[in-house]
């Protein structure tokens, strides 16, 4: 029996090395172990040997603290003394290991420092990009009130006012061009970002208009840039850095004119979209929502809305064919150009000269009417 427990002893540990913890992303070993101990604990009580290694998010709890450790197995494999979790570690974050050495005292004394590992975060691949701006067209009003930017993936909001940037002729960042809305102009599905300039520097007579002057110049070319630390709802970044660069024109200081938007007429009984064209762009968001269409009956018709590139042609695909009757478009007088220039009212005043045409009474709506067929 000495003679035993002198080899028990004098076999604790495997070669020169001491037993120590070591980690991998899936599971944790304690290594070193001598053959003779190994096959001591692989001969233990299970609901004992399950205690031997706990893992615990860092840090480990204090001797008199009752906290639940990681769920998992142990058991020897091989040469070791494995600790595999029932569900993966946690990434980013750090865990600590336990040996329980307590445990097998009665076969002498092993002595294993605690180890605090951490699991590093996967690298997410970058899906989301820039598939979209609005306004698109190659030229802009000087007084551009909004820019859309549209995104192929549901993105992370907050972070958006450090990723955007407005770039000059030169390349470099124009100063503070966008107002800081918190929380951030996102649509539900936070696929759509509004770009709002600064109103205070648009507007005429108002203090940031003469202290800073215009976001924009006339006849200048701008780069709109997102970087690609911009980051999805995952937390993954952009595929790519995006960049659309623009030229402005003059400002627009008038209101669209309704009365000379033009219909073309579909077929009875077809599909066909029915396209509205109007006497300038109108912005993209409030032309999608603002017009509808009523049918014959008085009621809503659905239809699918999509905006031309040039932000002129707005077309109706309906949902069922064009029966015959009368329709209209009733338009809602609130809705804008891209300066932001209402039917009835200027975005853009000079406050002083207080300059202001009279609004028009008659309701906007549009009179068309699909003709009965054979």
């Excluded at 109706?316 to 209402?342: K, L, T």
Aim: glycine share 6%; aromatic share 6%; charged share 25%.
């Amino acid at each position: 029996m000495i003679q035993l427990l002198l080899f028990l002893l004098s076999g604790m540990a495997g070669g020169d090395e001491a037993p120590r913890l070591v980690h991998h992303s899936d599971r944790v070993e304690l290594v070193n172990l001598s053959p003779t101990l190994l096959e001591q604990i692989s001969r233990m009580d299970e609901d004992l040997r399950q205690k031997l290694l706990s893992i615990y998010l860092a840090p480990a709890p204090k001797p008199d603290e009752k906290r639940p450790s990681i769920l998992g197995t142990t058991g020897v494999e091989g040469n070791k003394l494995v600790f595999r979790p029932n569900f993966p570690f946690y990434p980013g974050h750090d865990h600590t290991a336990l040996f329980n050495s307590d445990l097998i005292a009665r076969w002498g004394a092993v002595n294993v420092q605690p180890l605090t590992f951490k699991i590093p975060k996967p690298e997410l691949p970058s899906i989301a990009r820039v598939v979209d701006i609005s306004p698109n067209m190659e030229t802009v009003p000087s007084n551009l009130l909004r820019l859309y930017v549209t995104f192929s993936h549901t993105m992370r909001r907050g972070n958006a006012q450090a990723a955007v940037r407005l770039l000059d002729e030169n390349g470099e960042p124009v100063r503070a061009p966008f107002l800081n809305v918190k929380p951030e102009l996102w649509d539900p599905e936070s696929k759509r970002l509004t770009l709002l300039f600064d109103p205070g520097r648009i507007k005429r007579g108002l203090v940031p208009h003469k202290q800073m002057g215009p976001p924009l110049l006339p006849n200048r070319t701008y780069t709109l840039e997102i970087d690609r630390s911009l980051t999805d709802a995952r937390g993954a970044p952009l595929a790519a850095t995006f960049r659309k660069t623009f030229r402005t024109g003059p400002t627009d200081r008038k209101s669209p004119n309704w009365k000379a938007w033009t219909p073309t007429i579909p077929g009875q009984d077809t599909r066909n979209p029915l396209h509205l064209t109007f006497d300038e762009p109108l912005d993209q968001a409030l032309a999608l929502r603002m017009i509808q269409i009523e049918d014959p009956n008085g009621n809503p018709k659905p239809c699918a809305k999509s905006l031309s590139k040039d932000g002129k042609t707005l077309s109706f695909s309906p949902d069922h064919p064009w029966q015959p009757g009368a329709y209209r478009i009733h338009i809602d007088p609130a809705i804008e150009d891209p300066a932001g220039n209402q039917l009835h009212k200027l975005f853009d005043v000079d406050m002083q000269a207080q300059d202001q045409s009279e609004a028009d009474p008659e309701p906007p709506v549009i009179h068309f009417h699909i003709k009965q067929t054979s």
